[in-house]
């Protein structure tokens, strides 16, 4: 039981992420939908590089856009890329030019459009140069100026290296933590990080459609009571002359004020 409550939490979770970017629900999403992204994270160059037969196979059936099965695969690589085919599917998009490594000027080109996005923003930045210090020191690669995928497969630093590059709100988030409190909203340790992604977010739609239900059953009610409201005044006025109507055919004598109204 409680695995079929997983699949459907997951599910539920994916195809809200994706009807929100779909605007015109066609079942498909295109660059400028995921361009919009995690209030944008992704970075224009990987953007263009997603959609490209790197790391989707249906391109071309599906008119250059993004399905939703190719989507599946996009956002659990996100949400966790820790894990091996995670790994694969962002080095691919960061090799540039496919020759089975990662050099600096690829990792400078990726990260240098970061750093445009942040200055707009007004945050600080690390130079381009201090960064591929921090994570060649981070990976430790086994040929110099050169991350291959068995070098990041590796290491434990797969979700920090990744979210440097091609994530900026994942990036900013880390960034700007507090050590502590992470500590203590790391959620289940038996959960990996998908797990723990979705039911987080799961919890979180589930709150905003009850509030949103409460909102409108309120709003519904309380449009109910001022129906109610009018049908009694009029049925209190037996002497047509008394009861008054402005042009659009809103009563005017025997309805109770806003003030009166409990």
Not at 158 to 183: G, I
Request: aromatic share 12%.
């Amino acid at each position: 039981l409680n695995r079929s409550s997983d699949l459907y939490e997951h599910f539920y979770v994916i195809y809200c992420k994706f009807w929100e970017l779909d605007t015109d629900h066609d079942l498909f999403i295109d660059k400028s939908d995921l361009a919009r992204y995690n209030d944008h994270a992704l970075p224009p160059i990987l953007i263009q590089r997603i959609f490209s037969e790197t790391v989707q196979r249906d391109l071309k059936k599906n008119e250059g856009r993004m399905s939703y099965r190719d989507f599946v695969w996009f956002l659990l690589a996100d949400e966790d890329k820790q894990h091996p085919t995670s790994i694969e599917y962002w080095f691919r998009l960061m090799d540039l030019d496919g020759d089975g490594v990662l050099s600096m000027y690829e990792m400078e080109r990726v990260y240098e459009q970061q750093v445009r996005r942040m200055e707009r923003r007004g945050i600080e930045t690390l130079s381009v140069e201090d960064c591929l210090c921090q994570i060649l020191d981070m990976v430790k690669p086994r040929v110099s100026n050169k991350i291959g995928l068995r070098d990041i497969k590796r290491t434990q630093v797969a979700t920090l290296f990744f979210n440097t590059f091609v994530n900026l709100e994942k990036y900013l988030e880390y960034e700007q933590r507090d050590p502590f409190a992470a500590k203590e909203n790391e959620g289940d340790p038996e959960l990996n990080a998908w797990e723990r992604f979705c039911q987080r977010t799961y919890d979180r739609l589930i709150a905003e459609e009850q509030l949103a239900e409460d909102y409108l059953g309120d709003g519904f009610d309380e449009g109910l009571d001022a129906d109610d409201d009018e049908l009694a005044a009029l049925k209190s006025n037996d002497d047509d002359s008394e009861t008054r109507f402005l042009d659009d055919g809103t009563l005017l004598s025997g309805r109770k004020s806003p003030d009166d109204v409990s």
